[in-house]
């Protein structure tokens, strides 16, 4: 069914797909690391959110939503396959990755701009030929990532997670696991630390992030029954949430450390005052109460509002439902799009910045809807020629 006419199709949720690839575009934006009219929005201009937290959420929600009806039509064994194989090949992605741009380090080429960060960088990143047992040891167990793919490695955990989550949502027993999840997260808030030794956690400790994941999945699992009654709610619970986005969109305008002109920034709260507010409730490593607030109703609301304007978002829907469905491919396709970027010797104005930053997204789309294609594309199948008879 053509997406651009239906918010859903069978099984099949565009809407969470077009949000995911606004999310994704969100991060190639974000990593991109270039001033334009785009980064005055992507990043925690008018939510104290980034893209990452929709993501994962949006994540949760899709797995809990597949596996959930595998389990139910192919069983429980064929749901925790799906899964194992799913957290195999992202960590086998994670790994791959990492090594292309090893090899592309050791033939000379400058990989600075997606070289780990935050003290997890080695010398032999930028000398391969260095390495010993102990840097492939720590490659292996994802200690060492690419700072614009190591979220990646906190995926190949979730995922993994997944399995026991599973099981209790088909039990029935969703109050335990949403009960533990959040033990797991204020425990962190409490005590933080990292449960893994992987280079992620330095940005996205695991404890903490798991509980948008985990919350993500029990939406997804139970999608209808949550559906049908969000449909018989009056009307004032999403007017709520919608004055709760503006009032969170109006706190997010006041914070003075994000790009754009001065007339973005409001005046409404004072920037010692955002900055204490910002520091006690909406930090991002350990994800503040009041961010995980604002995640909450700005999703639902914008997940309202896609599907009362989704015939006039139309001309977005190809690139956003392409990034969406496909952001595995995406994330690996920008890595090598941020290593030609740091090659190229582009003035630095906002008007070239915005184009080089829409020619990525734009190009990333395009070569996910082509493997797509050719994916898709029927095999040809040879029909065998008759051999006729030679005559006597």
């Known amino acids: 069914m053509d997406s651009s006419h239906a918010p859903s199709s069978g099984s099949r949720d565009y809407r969470i797909d077009w ?49 959930g009806r595998r389990a139910v039509r192919n069983g429980w064994a064929a749901a925790v396959r799906g899964l194992t194989r799913r957290a195999v090949f992202l960590y086998v992605t994670f790994v791959a990755v990492t090594v292309s741009v090893l090899a592309l380090s050791a033939i000379g080429v400058d990989v600075h701009a997606v070289a780990p960060s935050g003290g997890h960088g080695r010398p032999w990143f930028f000398a391969p030929r260095m390495m010993d047992a102990a840097a492939w040891r720590d490659l292996l167990l994802m200690r060492t990532g690419l700072w614009a793919f190591e979220i990646i490695g906190m995926y190949v955990w979730l995922v993994a997670a997944a399995v026991p989550c599973l099981l209790l949502l088909r039990r029935g027993a969703w109050r335990l696991l949403l009960a533990a999840s959040w033990t797991l997260y204020l425990w962190h808030r409490l005590d933080p630390h990292a449960l893994t030794t992987a280079s992620f956690e330095s940005s996205f ?51 003075p450390w994000t790009d754009g002109p001065s007339w973005l ?126 005559a006597a």
């Open 19 to 67: 949000l995911r690839g606004l999310a994704m575009t969100c991060v190639i934006i974000n990593h991109s690391q270039l001033p334009s009219l785009l980064s005055w929005f992507s990043y925690e201009r008018l939510w104290t959110v980034t893209a990452a937290e929709v993501f994962v959420v949006l994540s949760g929600i899709v797995t809990g939503m597949v596996y």
């Open 205 to 255: 400790p695991l404890l903490a992030w798991q509980v948008l994941f985990v919350h993500g999945m029990a939406v997804g699992y139970h999608r209808d029954p949550i559906s049908a009654f969000v449909e018989r709610l009056p009307r004032w619970p999403l007017a709520a949430a919608v004055l709760a986005t503006c009032a969170f969109a109006f706190f997010a305008c006041c914070n």
């Open 265 to 390: 920034h409001l005046g409404l709260v004072s920037p010692d005052r955002f900055t204490s507010l910002y520091g006690r409730y909406f930090g991002l490593k350990d994800l503040g109460l009041g961010r995980l607030l604002n995640l909450s109703v700005g999703l639902a609301t914008a997940y309202a509002v896609l599907t009362r304007y989704w015939s006039l978002m139309r001309p977005l829907h190809a690139v956003f439902i392409t990034l969406g469905q496909q952001s595995l491919g995406a994330f690996v396709v920008h890595v090598y799009a941020l290593l030609l970027l740091s090659r190229l010797a582009l003035p630095a104005t906002v008007l070239i910045d915005t184009l080089v930053q829409l020619a990525i997204v734009g190009g990333i789309a395009v070569v996910l809807r082509h493997v797509q294609r050719l994916k898709r594309a029927p095999q040809r199948i040879a029909v065998p020629v008759p051999v006729q008879a030679v």
